[in-house]
C-alpha cells in the first residue's frame, strides 16, 4: 500500500501525513495491491452488508475501527421516476440513508480511523455542511477534537444542528468554501490537525466502496451508467476508483459511463469537459440553491476529469429550477427525499436523455448523496404552503 500523485506519480509512505504531491502540488490517491485480494462474489455475500463487507479494499491495517455502521444503502428499482425520464431501468442509490445522512460517512470511517491509526490528536475540516456533520459524528466516537469551518451564513440548517450537535468547534469564514478549504489547510499543518477533506486520499477509500455496494446489488452485473452529483468531486473519482478495483480483482468484467453533474452556478468541471480540457478554470463566485456543492475550484477535479474521459462518460450542470423539479419528481413519483444537491443527478440524466446523450434503453444508477431533512428550510421556501384552518369538518371539506 502507497500513496502516489495522480499527476507526477512520485511516490510517498501511507505512514506520512501528506495530502498533496511536495513536488507538483496535485493531489494524491492511495494504490493497494489488488492482485494480493483473494475474495469471490461468494465469500463477500457471506458478509454483513455494510461497508465493510470490502474490508480487503479498504487501506485500513488494525482492527480497530471508527464505525457507525455505515454503508449498506438501499438500491431502489426506481420504475415510476424511470417512467416518467422515458429510460428502460433506472435505479437510486440512496445514500441518505447513512448514519448522518450523507455518503461522508463512508469517506469518514476509513478517515477518521487512520486519524488514530497516525496518532492524530484532532481533526478538521471545511465544508459546505455534510462533510462537517460527519467528521463531528466520527470525532465523536473516535473521541478526538473536531474543528469545522463553514461559510457562514451558506450551510443548511439540519447540517449545522448536526455539527453542533455531536460537538465540534464551528467556526464560520467570512467567505465560501474555497475560502474555508485553502484556510483549513494552512491551519492543519500549524497546529497538528488531521485534514478530512476530500483532499484526504484515505477518505475517498472509504467512499469507493459506493461502486462495490453497487455492483453487489445488482448481482455483479455492471450499470452501463452511474450518474453522480460534482462538487469538490470526491466522490465520483471514488466511485471510479472502486469500479476499477473491482475489475481489477476480477469481481467485474466491465467498467460503466461515469457521468457527472455540477449545478450551472457552480460548473467548472463541466465547462472543462465540455472543452476537452484536462484542468479547470476556478470560479471565484460559485452560487447556486443546491449549498452543498456551492464550490468554484474543487480539489479533485483532475480526477474527476480522468474519470469522465477514461469511462467515456458525460458531464452537464442543470439549473436551480431543474434541481428543485428533479428534487419533486424523486420525493413524489418514488418517495426518495434528498436535498437540492443529490437531485441534481436526476435533474442531470433528464436533461441528457431530453439531449439524446443518454440512450432510453440503458441501465443506469443515479446516486442521491444526502437526505431531505438536511435542508428543510429549501421547502419552505420552493415548494406550496401548507394551509392552516379551523377545526370544522366545512372547512376541511374545502380542501379534500
Ligand atoms: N452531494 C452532497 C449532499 C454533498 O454534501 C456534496 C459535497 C456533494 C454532493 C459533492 O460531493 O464534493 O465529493 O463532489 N459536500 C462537501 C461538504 C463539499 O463539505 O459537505 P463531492
Not at 468484467?253 to 457527472?260: N, Y
Request: aromatic fraction near 6%.
Amino acid at each position: 500500500m502507497k500513496l502516489r500523485c495522480v499527476n507526477c506519480k512520485r511516490e510517498y509512505s501511507t505512514e506520512e501525513i501528506v495530502y498533496t504531491c511536495k513536488a507538483c502540488g496535485s493531489v494524491l490517491e492511495v494504490v493497494l495491491d489488488i492482485d494480493s485480494i483473494e475474495l469471490s462474489r461468494e465469500d463477500l455475500r457471506k458478509r454483513p452488508f455494510n461497508l465493510w463487507r470490502y474490508r480487503e479494499f479498504m487501506p485500513i491495517k488494525g482492527d480497530s475501527i471508527v464505525t457507525l455502521n455505515e454503508g449498506g444503502t438501499p438500491l431502489y428499482n426506481a420504475k415510476r421516476l424511470a417512467e416518467e425520464i422515458g429510460v428502460k431501468e433506472l435505479y437510486i442509490k440512496n445514500e441518505g440513508a447513512n448514519p448522518t445522512g450523507s455518503f461522508k460517512d463512508r469517506g469518514m470511517t476509513v478517515g477518521v480511523t487512520k486519524a488514530l491509526e497516525l496518532n492524530a490528536k484532532a481533526v478538521g475540516c471545511a465544508s459546505t455542511g455534510n462533510t462537517s456533520a460527519s467528521l463531528a459524528a466520527y470525532a465523536a466516537k473516535a473521541g478526538i477534537k473536531c474543528y469545522v469551518l463553514l461559510p457562514a451564513g451558506k450551510i443548511a440548517l439540519g447540517k449545522l444542528a448536526q455539527a453542533i450537535l455531536h460537538g465540534a468547534k464551528v467556526i464560520g469564514i467570512k467567505g465560501n468554501f474555497d475560502v474555508a478549504l485553502k484556510l483549513i489547510r494552512e491551519a492543519s499543518e500549524r497546529f497538528n490537525i488531521y485534514l478530512l477533506n476530500s483532499v484526504n486520499p484515505f477518505r475517498l477509500e472509504g467512499q469507493k466502496s459506493e461502486a462495490f455496494e453497487i455492483v453487489d446489488q445488482l448481482n455483479f452485473e455492471v450499470p452501463d451508467r452511474v450518474v453522480v452529483p460534482m462538487g469538490n468531486c470526491g466522490n465520483i473519482s471514488a466511485i471510479w476508483k472502486g469500479f476499477k478495483e473491482f475489475k481489477e480483482a476480477g469481481l467485474i468484467d466491465e467498467l460503466p459511463m461515469m457521468t457527472g453533474i455540477q449545478a450551472s452556478g457552480a460548473s467548472p468541471v463541466v465547462k472543462a469537459f465540455k472543452k476537452g480540457k484536462k484542468e479547470i478554470e476556478p470560479e471565484e463566485n460559485p452560487e447556486t440553491i443546491a449549498t452543498a456543492i456551492r464550490i468554484g475550484k474543487p480539489v479533485n477535479a483532475p480526477k474527476a476529469l480522468k474519470a469522465l474521459y477514461e469511462s467515456n462518460g458525460y458531464a452537464e450542470s442543470v439549473s436551480d429550477e431543474e434541481i428543485i423539479e428533479a428534487q419533486k419528481l424523486l420525493a413524489r413519483r418514488e418517495g426518495i427525499g434528498v436535498e437540492p444537491a443529490s437531485a441534481t443527478s436526476i435533474a442531470g440524466l433528464k436533461k441528457l436523455v431530453e439531449q439524446g446523450v443518454v440512450d432510453k434503453d440503458e441501465r443506469i444508477v443515479c446516486v442521491v448523496t444526502g437526505h431531505a431533512l438536511k435542508d428543510p428550510e429549501i421547502v419552505f421556501k420552493a415548494y406550496e404552503k401548507p394551509v392552516e384552518i379551523e377545526p370544522d369538518i366545512k372547512e376541511l371539506s374545502k380542501y379534500l
